[in-house]
């Protein structure tokens, strides 16, 4: 069975995803393991591809990851090359609005329209509920007028609030930042009124059934890549400083952050 390879989560634009391809076929020739790439293009639910037994190289949502059962495994986690990671696996979230929102600070919003991904997405989700989380408690009530979605993806959100279906949402910030690169006159419309703590960056996962052998050469692949000046030119282009291979207790924090909610009664970012 050959393993597939899947970047859609982080394809901020065609020059975006063909880096992205590139990086994947770089460790797969370098670990001797075949990827084959797949698109998984929109609208094609993301669960369905995490759910598939032949994953080789798999962008995965943090907190989806540890909820699965059985656990994909990590073959690697992008640091980011942004100061807030602080030269760590993490990644955060921008409360995104159009470019003329005269609205100064997230609060100036309550009362307004909040858009979100999917039920399932840390960053379009969970991470802004937990931001919204204190602001809930003290109010006492819902803090928007409309709560809408699921908008899928970053770029669903970014699309409804260009065409004015809503005012905020959410955009995941580390693909927020390949789309100032890569996607500058998109990135150009929009602007961050606020940004969530940081929290554990997406993994690439393989499937559960993967040999060790396969997986162990495709770790350390990954891990090299940054030494190599092929791909360190791909990686300085997509804004990663290296990969990394955290334990899976590291995204225990997706779920604490979903339960604190939870137990507040706060089940929707509203």
């Not at 995941?172 to 930042?177: T, V």
């Amino acid at each position: 069975m050959t393993l597939i390879a899947n970047t859609r989560m982080y394809g901020a634009g065609k020059q975006c995803r063909r880096l992205w391809n590139a990086l994947v076929t770089h460790i797969s020739d370098r670990s001797g393991v075949p990827l084959r790439i797949v698109e998984h293009a929109p609208p094609a639910p993301m669960p369905d591809l995490w759910n598939r037994p032949d994953m080789g190289l798999v962008q995965m949502c943090g907190w989806p990851f540890w909820q699965s059962d059985p656990r994909p495994r990590v073959v690697a986690v992008p640091v980011p090359d942004h100061p807030y990671c602080e030269d760590r696996p993490l990644y955060w979230t921008d409360m995104v609005v159009r470019r003329d929102e005269a609205a100064a600070t997230l609060e100036d919003l309550f009362g307004r329209r909040i858009g979100w991904t999917t039920e399932h997405s840390h960053s379009g989700y969970n991470a802004p509920r937990r931001m919204l989380l204190p602001h809930f408690l003290k109010a006492g009530k819902r803090l928007f007028s409309e709560s809408l979605g699921p908008y899928k993806s970053p770029m669903g959100i970014i699309q409804a609030l260009l065409d004015d279906e809503i005012d905020v949402g959410p955009v995941d910030g580390y693909f927020h930042l390949l789309l100032k690169r890569h996607r500058p006159d998109v990135a150009a419309e929009l602007r961050t009124i606020a940004v969530t703590e940081p929290a554990p960056m997406p993994p690439f996962v393989a499937s559960s059934g993967i040999s060790q052998d396969e997986l162990e050469r495709l770790r350390q692949a990954a891990a090299q890549a940054h030494r190599t000046p092929d791909a360190r030119r791909i990686m300085d282009d997509l804004d990663v400083r290296r990969f990394v291979r955290p334990e899976d207790e590291f995204y225990r924090t997706t779920e604490s952050w979903s339960r604190e909610a939870m137990a507040e009664g706060y089940a929707v970012p509203a």
